[in-house]
């Protein structure tokens, strides 16, 4: 699935990268796409028009239901900046409730609210604030309250959203994985975390299970991976279902290295 995904996002890449050229170019693009081996056997569709006088610049099987997969990217991204608008800004806030007394003890609780910010801690997204960076700046809003300890609970509230994590067509091979990570008012770290394992010395042996970043409270493994050759690459998976703490690792890693980490979506963020 995994090489599935990046052989369509480099077509949809390419394509796009030529429909700006005279047509001669684009057709010249897509009769090279047409002769590759890799795509002999696969199913795609390019289209492409004007926005304004909606002329057809290329249409070739663009009457085709295909998955878009990473390609969708670029039309939600497009719907939220018409819908919402360029200036738009999500909104994520802490709250407090019960009384500070003099030492600065908080008798209540705090809780996070979540707005619907998919860059919440993401060290992906230009102008986004990484998890650690994140967590620094909400305990310095809480000390600018006067609170210095807490006797009460720390408590998410994902509730912007109703609470359907992931589509029901989605696959079991991805929906554990990062690139199936699902959606939440509350996201946070890309609703990803990293799964680290020390590969066997012999290959076949079993991978060792040695932590997350972050750390997943609960999250459990039952642990099936594998030690692939030197250079073979991630070919591991992690399957789990939103909102489950059980998980079933799959597949192999590469040998050769002292640690190797796999990518993962968090069951609950």
């Not at 939440?184 to 799964?195: E, P, R, V």
Request: hydrophobic fraction near 35%.
């Amino acid at each position: 699935m995994k090489n599935i995904i990046l052989i369509i996002l480099l077509l949809f890449v390419s394509v796009t990268q030529a429909i700006p050229q005279r047509y001669s170019h684009i057709y010249k693009k897509i009769n090279e796409l047409k002769k590759s081996k890799v795509l002999k056997h696969g199913q795609w569709s390019v289209y492409a028009e004007y926005v304004k006088s909606g002329k057809i610049i290329i249409s070739l099987n663009s009457e085709e239901s295909l998955a878009p997969a990473s390609g969708l990217k670029a039309f939600t991204t497009a719907i939220a900046l018409n819908t919402l608008g360029k200036n738009y800004r999500y909104i994520t806030r802490l709250y407090y409730d019960g009384t500070i007394n003099a030492k600065g003890i908080l008798e209540g609780n705090i809780y996070i609210s979540g707005g619907g910010d998919p860059t919440l801690g993401s060290n992906m997204v230009k102008g986004s604030l990484p998890l650690d960076s994140l967590m620094l700046t909400w305990v310095n809003a809480i000390k600018r309250k006067g609170i210095k300890k807490i006797y009460g609970g720390v408590y998410a509230s994902p509730f912007f959203f109703d609470g359907k994590r992931v589509p029901d067509y989605w696959n079991w091979e991805d929906i554990g994985n990062y690139y199936g990570a699902g959606t939440s008012s509350l996201s946070i770290n890309n609703n990803m975390y990293k799964l680290y394992f020390k590969p066997s010395r012999n290959i076949g042996g079993k991978a060792i299970v040695l932590r997350t970043e972050p750390v997943i409270p609960g999250l459990r493994f039952i642990n099936n991976m594998k030690t692939g050759k030197p250079g073979s690459g991630d070919n591991g998976y992690i399957y789990c279902a939103p909102n489950q703490f059980n998980a079933s690792l799959w597949g192999s890693i590469p040998a050769g290295k002292s640690e190797f980490y796999i990518k993962g979506s968090i069951p609950d963020p």
